[in-house]
């Protein structure tokens, strides 16, 4: 039966749906709050099982580059984040800094440092290999000692994938992007096809450069399942409470429609 708007709005201001609606839109705020708070779970829960895999990872000692990457080579996903260790000389007239990028809420540069790697006499490298090294971040150049380490220099650092390739401005010494290969097409070859992120540096780096965090690992990011399922369903829960008051208007109404109906049809009939 079709069921006017105002026959809806007169049932729903009768005390009884009224007191009602006061209850089940306190039961969907319940249902609301719990949601609320699963999905503060999930994020919890997320954010501890990824420090668990960090803390694993950190108990684990760094492996060699050489033993992971080599140069010109298909980087691995799985290696996003894996902790190595590296030898090498940094090449300071060809440092870049990689614009528009963000840390503590800050955006500034990161400081992109070619590193010659040392090989071994075994290399059937023409040329010393490149590895890009994001040194740490800073909020502007100016004021700020970017110079890297002189001679030769000890690295640990998390491997990070090379980035699709942005614009680089040459004059200005800037990029907006970690692209292994247009920085080849600058600091030539051959070169890794991943950057480091170094943590730690021997010579020690300037103290004015600020330190980037652990990259996540693969999947580390995201929601718990399970709670994020119960947010879920508190939620529906809550719109079913909802659903059912406007039901029951709905109903309301209707039957006094059909009364009214009855009664014209009554009163024609007499």
């Known amino acids: 039966m079709r069921v006017s708007a ?16 006061l209850v089940l839109l306190a039961a969907a ?22 420090e668990q895999r960090r803390a694993a990872d950190a108990s684990i000692p760094p492996a060699s580059l050489s033993d992971v990457l ?10 996003v984040g894996r902790r190595v260790t590296v030898r090498g000389t940094y090449t300071a007239d060809e440092q870049l800094l990689v614009s528009g ?9 990161l400081v992109l440092t070619p590193l010659r790697v040392r090989t071994d006499a075994r290399s059937t490298q023409s040329a010393a290999p490149v590895l890009p090294v994001v040194r740490g971040w800073t909020a502007g150049p100016d004021g700020t000692d970017l110079t890297p380490p002189s001679g030769e220099v000890a690295l ?15 004059v200005a010494r800037t990029t907006d992007s970690i692209s292994s290969g247009a920085l080849a097409n600058i600091w030539g ?26 990259p996540v690992p693969p999947g580390g990011w995201g929601l718990n399942i399970q709670n994020l ?39 024609a009939a007499q």
Request: net charge positive; proline share 5%; glycine share 12%.
């Open 6 to 21: 105002g026959s809806l709005a007169r049932a729903a201001v009768r005390p009884r749906l009224v007191v009602l609606l």
């Open 29 to 50: 705020g319940v249902c609301g709050r719990l949601g609320v708070w699963q999905l503060d779970r999930a994020h919890a829960r997320s954010q501890a099982a990824l």
């Open 70 to 79: 080599a140069p010109q080579t298909r980087f691995d996903g799985s290696l």
């Open 101 to 109: 990028r963000s840390l503590d809420g800050r955006t500034g540069y």
């Open 156 to 170: 640990t650092g998390y491997l990070q994938a090379s980035e699709a390739a942005g614009a680089t401005d040459p």
């Open 189 to 214: 070859g051959p070169i890794y096809t991943g950057y480091l992120v170094a943590t730690s540096s021997e010579p020690a780096q300037p103290s004015g450069l600020a330190s980037l965090p652990q």
């Open 229 to 267: 399922a119960y947010a879920v369903q508190w939620w529906i829960f809550g719109g079913f409470a909802l659903a059912l008051w406007y039901r029951l208007v709905r109903d309301e109404a209707a039957q006094g429609t059909a009364s009214t109906s009855d009664a014209v049809a009554s009163g």
